[in-house]
């Protein structure tokens, strides 16, 4: 088993600067890759940001490239999401998420930390 837990949402305003972080515990050596999701009120849950185990390859949507930044540190067991520039959209419930295996669903998830941001 593994445990997420998120932490650094908050209220901010449209330009601003977020960091969030995802604290891991339990089996972490049995992840893969671990991503950050979100969900806005009446959407469906979208992918966000993905890194894997070691740190050099990431994935970023379209809709965050060049204002979030996904990194990691393996030493606490961390993995963190600048997010610069925000936008009213962004605002969601931002959740943790990490997965096993190469390919496939991700396993397990944490409880989500609100993001607002107000224009």
């Known amino acids: 088993q593994v445990q997420l837990v998120e932490s650094g949402g908050g209220l901010v305003q449209a330009g601003d600067s977020l960091k969030l972080s995802c604290a891991a515990s339990g089996r972490t050596f049995s992840v893969y890759r671990t991503g950050w999701f979100r969900q806005a009120p009446g959407k469906e849950r979208e992918l966000v940001a993905t890194?894997?185990?070691?740190?050099?390859?990431?994935y970023y949507a379209d809709s965050v490239k060049g204002r979030f930044t996904i990194s990691r540190d393996n030493a606490k067991n961390t993995v963190n999401l600048q997010m610069n520039s925000l936008r009213p959209e962004d605002t969601a419930v931002y959740y943790c998420?990490?997965?096993?295996?190469?390919?496939?669903?991700?396993?397990?998830w944490g409880q989500g930390t609100q993001v607002t941001v107000s224009s």
């Open positions: 998420a990490a997965r096993v295996g190469l390919t496939g669903q991700y396993n397990y």
């Open positions: 890194i894997n185990r070691s740190g050099d390859n990431t």
